[in-house]
């Protein structure tokens, strides 16, 4: 699959700090899995959800081991579903049927990463664009190539709730977040519309990558180490200054 292919490629280059892992569910992949993820496991009912979740794991052991983290320690499925850790690394996981994708770093150089893989086709069939876009979003995606930035920007912010909602134990939308696509970086700066913590503060910004091959939109963010604050919607923060790097 020439999309797959392509975006496989470009997970290799990403980042040196992260293990990235892609399993397709078509490899007849064995499951690698500590006993608590089974247990997790069995309160989801779908089966193709069901087989997502434990390639995700089996994925996420992948890139633990790839970090050198030699004992099998459970990712356990916290409360509003986000992945915890074990100690001392953090990382994120998206599904896009057949792929599963996993990013995996070390805590002690990144605070925490959200990525995300969706498929056009998906928003050819459901406007979400009032759901998704805030007034200045709209306007970029009626420009031209709406479904394509459409889905970018559905996917840069789906990636961003999967890093900073670890960081704030809060619920936000997709209002709550405002992106400008920056052409020569080749994906969006973007930044907090509302607080969600004490150092996640309104106009916190930050960077996401969004790369496209064939159907398929790859996004990718990841937080450093220090919170630096930034004036409001004015994205360039220590977080721009990692993705860059
Ligand atoms: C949580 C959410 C982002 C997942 O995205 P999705 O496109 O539905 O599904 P994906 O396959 O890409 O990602 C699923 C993975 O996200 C991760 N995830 C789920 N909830 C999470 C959370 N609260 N925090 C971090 N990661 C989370 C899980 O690892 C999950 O995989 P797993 O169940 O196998 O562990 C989405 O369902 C959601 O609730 N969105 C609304 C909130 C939002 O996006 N706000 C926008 C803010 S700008």
């Known amino acids: 699959m020439k999309s797959t292919e392509g975006i496989l490629k470009y997970l290799k280059q990403l980042d040196a700090r992260a293990a990235v892992v892609a399993i397709s569910a078509g490899d007849g992949v064995k499951h690698i899995l500590h006993v608590d993820e089974t247990h997790d496991s069995e309160t989801i009912v779908h089966p193709r959800r069901k087989e997502e979740f434990l390639l995700g794991r089996t994925a996420a052991h992948s890139a633990l081991r790839q970090l050198g983290s030699e004992e099998l320690v459970a990712v356990r499925r916290g409360a509003r579903n986000e992945p915890i850790w074990p100690d001392g690394f953090t990382g994120s996981i998206t599904h896009c049927y057949p792929w599963t994708v996993v990013a995996v770093a070390?805590?002690?150089?990144?605070?925490?990463i959200g990525i995300d893989l969706e498929n056009m086709e998906r928003m050819k069939t459901e406007d979400v664009r009032g759901v998704i876009c805030g007034p200045a979003e709209l306007n970029w995606v009626?420009?031209?190539?709406?479904?394509?930035?459409?889905?970018?920007?559905?996917?840069?912010?789906?990636?961003?709730?999967?890093?900073?909602?670890?960081?704030?134990?809060?619920?936000?939308?997709?209002?709550?977040?405002?992106?400008k696509w920056t052409k020569s970086a080749d994906g969006f700066s973007g930044a907090l519309l509302t607080t969600l913590s004490s150092d996640l503060i309104r106009g916190f910004g930050f960077?996401?990558?969004s790369h496209r091959s064939d159907?398929?939109?790859?996004?990718?963010?990841?937080?450093?180490?220090?919170?630096?604050?930034c004036a409001p919607c004015a994205a360039g923060s220590e977080i721009q200054r990692e993705v860059s790097d």
């Open 106 to 112: 070390r805590r002690q150089q990144i605070r925490a």
């Open 142 to 179: 009626a420009e031209r190539d709406s479904v394509e930035r459409l889905t970018r920007l559905f996917s840069a912010k789906e990636a961003i709730f999967k890093a900073l909602y670890p960081l704030c134990s809060r619920y936000f939308d997709f209002l709550d977040v405002e992106l």
């Open 207 to 209: 960077r996401v990558v």
């Open 215 to 229: 159907q398929m939109i790859f996004s990718y963010l990841i937080a450093g180490l220090t919170v630096s604050k």
